[in-house]
């Protein structure tokens, strides 16, 4: 349940500059992504570094 602060992201669209930049962070730490013990922080550490590009 969300609160009336929170925004819908069911719906969002990315945009190309969004897609481009998640792809690149990927691909910088896709040896990353092998490691089952380590894919939380690492999703965590690609939504703070999309965040703080302001996406």
Excluded: H, I
């Excluded at 992201?9 to 930049?21: F, H």
């Excluded at 792809?23 to 690492?42: G, S």
């Amino acid at each position: 349940m969300r609160t009336k602060d929170q925004k819908d992201t069911s719906s969002t669209t990315w945009t190309r500059s969004q897609t481009l930049l998640l792809l690149e962070l990927y691909k910088a730490n896709v040896d990353k992504f092998n490691n089952p013990l380590l894919k939380k922080t690492l999703w965590e550490e690609l939504c703070k570094s999309l965040n703080s590009k302001g996406f």
